[in-house]
T-cell receptor, first 112, second 116 residues
């Protein structure tokens, strides 16, 4: 059984639209993260949360907004989508902010 | 800023030959953590090795690496490549116990292809 669930697995969106990427972890972890993997670029840190509080934000654009409705949820809302937002978005979690990550299986987003 | 540099692109090996993937880093962190992650096709990245102890070899699943702070390196090695080792390998850096927290800074990734 997957310990971190990301939904949807694949997503096609129209330029200018808004989408929400879902992430739920069932590991009992207290820290959660979002990373982006674009073509020909390294995995890029976006956000980190600990106990549902934002710890670090390395995303320049306010179009990316994490949402944590529950301790084990960290969704990612993306507004005004652009083709450059096309990437695989990975959610990850760790027991605390001093522990190893577990990555989810990712959401592949294509913006046309 | 902090960065990780890896052997770029594709490394192709014949099964049974040794593997060496290079990783060097630049950081202001006084006690950096270094990691190797492996990502098989259509899967998520998975932790392979980690270290923060200078000059101490760390091993897992036949792979090993030694953090050398003097040369800012953390090269990944394996004595004999297997077909199942074909994957994308990322070297990564963090300031786990420092002010920058558990954010991972990844290198570009090295695609290892092992042929029969």
């Amino acid at each position: 059984d997957p310990k971190i669930i990301q939904k949807p697995k694949y997503l096609v969106a129209v330029t200018g639209s808004e989408k929400i990427l879902i992430c739920e972890q069932y590991l009992g972890h207290n820290a959660m993260y979002w990373y982006r993997q674009s073509a020909k670029k390294p995995l890029e840190f976006m956000f980190s949360y600990s106990y549902q509080k934002l710890m670090d934000n390395q995303t320049a654009s306010s179009r990316f907004q994490p949402q944590s409705s529950k301790k084990n949820h960290l969704d990612l809302q993306i507004t005004a989508l652009k083709p450059d937002d096309s990437a695989t978005y990975f959610c990850a979690s760790s027991q605390d902010t001093n522990s190893d990550y577990t990555f989810g299986s990712g959401t592949r987003l294509l913006v046309i | 800023g902090d960065s990780v540099t890896q052997t770029e692109g594709l490394v192709t090996l014949t099964e049974g030959l040794p593997v060496m993937l290079n990783c060097t880093y630049q950081t202001i962190y006084s006690n950096p953590f270094l990691f190797w992650y492996v990502q098989h096709l259509n899967e998520s990245p998975r932790l392979l090795l980690k270290s923060f102890t200078d000059n101490k070899r760390t091993e897992h699943q036949g792979f090993h690496a030694t953090l050398h702070k003097s040369s800012s390196s953390f090269h990944l090695q394996k004595s004999s490549a297997q077909l199942s080792d074909s994957a994308l390998y990322y070297c990564a850096l963090s300031d786990r116990y420092g002010s920058s927290g558990n954010k991972l800074i990844f290198g570009i990734g090295t695609l290892l292809s092992v042929k029969p």
